[in-house]
């Protein structure tokens, strides 16, 4: 995938070609991508899905690394967020608040 980039060359704006998209570019499609995936785990598993399996396998569906996603789990889950992560006797789960 190619992006356009600006850059300031000598004071002038010119166009530059990237092959990959930039980390903010990756967040903007991303991030909402894996809250809609949380959404959907969480209405079918009513217990409530597995923290782990749930940023995992978000990272492998949307094809994005494992640190990514669970750091945007963690922010779903954060005091403001709309998820909370609650032990159970089979380890951590993702709820809705």
Excluded: H
């Excluded at 959404?39 to 409530?48: A, C, S």
Aim: hydrophobic share 20%; glycine share 8%.
């Amino acid at each position: 995938m190619q992006s356009t980039i600006e850059c300031v060359c000598g004071g002038e704006k010119k166009l530059k070609e990237t092959e990959f998209p930039s980390e903010i570019e990756i967040n903007r499609t991303k991030k909402p991508q894996f809250e809609d995936y949380v959404e959907q785990r969480v209405r079918k598993e009513p217990e409530g899905p597995s923290r782990d399996d749930v940023f995992r396998g978000g990272a492998q569906k949307l094809k994005i690394s494992s640190k990514t996603t669970e750091r945007y789990l963690n922010e779903l889950c954060s005091t403001e967020g709309p998820y909370e992560k609650v032990r159970t006797e089979k380890g951590w789960v993702i709820r809705r608040k």
